[in-house]
């Protein structure tokens, strides 16, 4: 709130909110929402990610794996440090569910699904192997920078800048995946294609419906500015191109 005008309206104009005690109790609810689903994608993203380690043809493989695993997990820990001043039990949080734990590969997770683990639903699938690994860090790398690229011009402006942060280590998953994408593509061109073909519609969901009464809502808050499928077709043609380059489109 500020002296001159309502909390929504100053929101809807541009402006930031720095700390809990300035966020009133909607505007709240739906960061708080926003940070549990980064927080439990990275962890997902992170634990899922880990068996690569093993799966990785080399010495190098192995090392981009590895870091790829830790800064997910340390990406994670940023935003519970700032859900810790809204009332989060960070110790209870990260062992509240099997990060690691996914359903059926051809299963299908309803992207809607609300309460409890909030993961995005591309984080339910299992991988199958190292080519399986790259493809999705690719895929899903692209979709990673394009959604956090939006929230962090968020109104609240300490996770803003903890998503800044994270956005060149995140560009950089993406860049290792690439590399070894760029190798699969030459050694393994079928696996990779079949994997491709599996991966884009579980990613191309995490953007949400093209619709949203929600985006409308974050939009009145400053917490989204680009709608679900405006993002969406940015990732499919920055994809598109890259899967071109590689002969696996």
């Not at 909607?26 to 549990?36: C, D, F, I, K, Q």
């Not at 803003?160 to 994408?181: C, D, I, T, Y």
């Not at 949400?208 to 500015?225: E, N, V």
Request: some cysteine; charged content about 25%; aromatic content about 6%.
């Amino acid at each position: 709130m500020t002296n001159e005008m309502p909390i929504g309206d100053y929101l809807a104009q541009g402006g930031r909110l720095t700390s809990p005690e300035n966020a009133p109790p909607r505007y709240r609810a739906e960061l708080l929402r926003l940070m549990s689903s980064f927080v439990d994608s990275e962890l997902a993203g992170s634990a899922g990610f880990a068996a690569a380690i093993n799966w990785a043809p080399g010495i190098r493989e192995r090392i981009a794996a590895s870091r790829i695993t830790l800064e997910k997990a340390d990406h994670a820990e940023r935003v519970l440090d700032l859900m810790e001043g809204f009332g989060t039990d960070k110790a209870l949080y990260e062992r509240a569910h099997d990060w690691a734990a996914r359903g059926p590969r051809e299963g299908h997770v309803d992207p809607r699904r609300q309460g409890g683990d909030m993961r995005l639903s591309v984080f339910h699938y299992p991988l199958t192997g190292w080519t399986d690994a790259v493809v999705m860090n690719v895929l899903m790398g692209s979709a990673t920078l394009h959604a956090v690229g939006e929230l962090a011009a968020c109104s609240y402006q300490p996770l803003a800048e903890v998503l800044r942060g994270v956005l060149p280590r995140e560009r950089r998953h993406m860049e290792l995946g690439l590399e070894g994408l760029e190798r699969l593509a030459a050694t393994e061109r079928g696996a990779a294609a079949a994997s491709v073909a599996y991966w884009m519609p579980r990613v191309a969901e995490t953007f949400g419906p093209a619709g949203s009464d929600r985006f409308d809502r974050l939009r009145a808050m400053g917490l989204r500015h680009t709608d679900n499928e405006t993002l969406r077709q940015r990732w499919r043609a920055e994809t598109a191109a890259t899967l071109s380059a590689l002969k696996l489109a």
